[in-house]
């Protein structure tokens, strides 16, 4: 009986060691795709690469993202799954080139943007910590996040052709709340064991992270930029 109960305690510890690994790399991972998001993002911006615009843009981008994650999730138990995962950021960090550029377009577009990524980061070592730390289970809260996902792509879409401002603005409210119970929801399924795999793991975070950056900065923008 002892030594069942010993090695019971060595499965767990063994558990417990490969999911501080997993969680531990793709914390490692996230910071390095953020090279690739920051280089995509400077070269957009700097030599002006032009985005496809309208409907048929929002297809072209959703097309090539869809591609870029099938990619990964079929390579994701080799080197190729990080390169393409690096490659996925790169392109992401080139489709802020208009997010960007309207934002300097502002005399305090500069400070606009870090202030994003600040709260970003504040958002994430929050949720992050609150994911790993807490016995609350925050399963339910990924189910609620998905059909909010379905609304605002729906919305987004719909809003191509309408050009609301202030959906614009609601749609972007809305998804700092989807996307931060996404962070919730994925951090704590990493940490308990639920997601093995660092690469899935770190995509599915880094996308997270994405979306509450671009819709804090397009808040920011409405609310605080100037022109003057």
Not at 33 to 54: C, E, H, Q, W, Y
Not at 59 to 82: D, Q, R
Not at 165 to 194: K, W
């Amino acid at each position: 009986m002892e030594y069942n109960l010993n090695k019971t305690l060595d499965q767990s510890a063994g558990r417990q060691v490969a999911r501080n690994s997993v969680l531990r790399n793709t914390y490692w991972l996230l910071a390095l795709s953020m090279i690739p998001t920051v280089l995509g993002a400077f070269i957009g911006v700097s030599f002006g690469v032009p985005m496809p615009r309208g409907f048929i843009g929002a297809l072209l981008f959703l097309g090539v993202a869809f591609g870029f994650i099938w990619a990964i999730e079929k390579n994701k138990h080799s080197g190729v799954g990080v390169a393409l995962l690096l490659g996925f950021t790169f392109f992401m960090g080139l489709m802020l080139t208009p997010i960007l550029n309207r934002t300097l377009g502002y005399t305090n577009g500069g400070m606009l943007i870090m202030l994003a990524f600040g709260g970003t980061a504040a958002v994430f070592t929050v949720l992050a910590s609150i994911a790993t730390v807490s016995k609350r289970d925050f399963s339910a809260v990924g189910k609620w996040a998905m059909a909010g996902l379905v609304v605002i792509i729906l919305a987004s879409l719909a809003n191509i052709f309408f050009q609301i401002p202030a959906l614009t603005l609601t749609i972007s409210v809305l998804a700092i709340g989807i996307f931060s119970a996404f962070l919730l929801y994925d951090v704590q399924r990493i940490a308990n064991g639920g997601e093995t795999n660092y690469i899935s793991a770190t995509l599915a975070v880094y996308l997270n992270v994405y979306n509450i950056f671009t819709s804090l900065l397009q808040i920011l923008g409405f609310a605080g930029g100037s022109r003057e």
